[in-house]
């Protein structure tokens, strides 16, 4: 139970602390909403689950390898820079094929019919949809950074 306690609080750690995880969250909002609407299949739901768990374990990754760097190498140098340049690189390459996977499963004609559709006909539930944007762009900026 410990390790769940712990492995939970670094997450937490990562959500108050990095901006481009709260960014990633905001996007699995949408995402999941957006799948909810369009009733994905089973196969969607695993394609689309899978890229969301890759980068927010990721950005978890990044973030603990910068902190462990900072704290044992504090002055700047080439061979910290180059590790913690890779790190964020790799959530890069996993954010990139994810939006690569969100294309394929919501840009196509059926899925971009349904969800037109569905504005149409929930004009009430799209406009809270929209206004949803509003609380989670202060949660973006509104981190509580770790003092240095």
Same mark, same amino acid.
């Given at each position: 139970?410990?390790?769940?306690?712990?492995?939970?609080?670094?997450?937490? #750690?990562?959500?108050?602390?990095?901006?481009?995880?709260?960014?990633?969250?905001?996007?699995?909002? #949408?995402?999941?909403?957006?799948?909810?609407?369009?009733?994905?299949?089973?196969?969607?739901?695993?394609?689309? +689950?899978?890229?969301? =768990?890759?980068?927010?374990?990721?950005?978890?990754? $990044?973030?603990?390898?910068?902190?462990?760097?900072?704290?044992?190498? /504090? @002055?700047?140098?080439? =061979?910290?820079? $180059?590790?913690?340049?890779?790190?964020?690189?790799?959530?890069?390459?996993?954010?990139?094929?994810?939006?690569?996977?969100?294309?394929?499963?919501? +840009? $196509?004609?059926?899925?971009?019919?349904?969800? =037109?559709?569905?504005?149409? @006909? $929930?004009?009430?539930?799209?406009?809270?949809?929209?206004?949803?944007?509003? /609380?989670?762009?202060?949660?973006?900026? =509104?981190?509580?950074?770790?003092?240095?």
């Amino acid at each position: 139970m410990n390790s769940f306690r712990c492995a939970f609080r670094g997450v937490g #750690y990562t959500i108050k602390n990095e901006a481009h995880m709260r960014v990633h969250l905001v996007f699995t909002y #949408y995402v999941i909403v957006a799948g909810l609407i369009l009733h994905l299949r089973a196969a969607e739901w695993a394609a689309v +689950l899978l890229c969301i =768990g890759t980068v927010t374990a990721l950005e978890c990754l $990044n973030t603990a390898l910068e902190r462990l760097c900072d704290e044992v190498h /504090p @002055e700047r140098a080439d =061979g910290i820079r $180059n590790a913690k340049d890779a790190a964020a690189g790799a959530v890069l390459c996993a954010a990139i094929a994810a939006a690569a996977v969100g294309c394929l499963v919501f +840009l $196509n004609r059926t899925s971009l019919a349904v969800m =037109g559709t569905f504005f149409k @006909e $929930n004009t009430v539930l799209s406009v809270l949809l929209i206004l949803t944007l509003i /609380p989670l762009i202060f949660f973006v900026r =509104g981190g509580k950074r770790e003092k240095k």
